[in-house]
């Protein structure tokens, strides 16, 4: 199958990934006394964390993390990817990354680790409450289509394991002390992260596996059979 442009910005999700795992690694060094275990991620990029000018710079790319989502919802409702239930689950993933993009954007945090008491940290957290419920909801759908369809099953199996990741994170939260915040609280983070650079990974190869049957496929004709 010839690769379109659209193939191409599948691999931005990937590049999302990488960038965002590299600020979070590399900006613990640039902020004195930051706990990884213990801390949240989000402390690394508030407005007056020592390591918000590097953060911005590593990360720079995890934010066009939001084209390749994107696209993805353009290419399988373009190519009528699966079965509709498919489909929603997609599109809800990708209103997922849209409201953390402008959600996060709008309320960040302004002080690394304070607690949660004026408009913006309750507006972040307000924004934090609607892109972990709509990636649980959106994994879930996403496992049901894979159990449905075998077209789709591997995409459900990657959903069904980036979704007990992301489980891991409250309940580590709930049972572990809070200096093990910070661990727990990387598996949801990173559950999501990972899934959407699974689904980049998807559309740079076109869906193949999923594709309605004849779709992508070019018809040989009597001198080349």
Known sequence: MNKKLINWFGLLGVAALISYATAAYFCRAVFPGYNWMESAVSDL????????????????????????????????????ISSKLFRVGIYMFIIKSWISKLGYAMFPLDDAGKDISGINETMHMIVTAFVVGLSVISLIILIIAGIKRKEVRDIGIWAAVCFVMMLMGPVGMASFPPEYFGIAERFSIYAANIFSAILGVYL???FRKALPAGDGVVSKGPAEI
């Open 45 to 80: 990029s508030a407005r007056t964390a020592p390591s918000a000018p590097l953060w911005d710079k590593l990360s720079a790319v995890f934010s066009a993390g939001i084209v390749c989502d994107t696209c993805v919802a353009i290419y399988v409702s373009d190519k009528k």
């Open 204 to 206: 740079f190869s076109g």
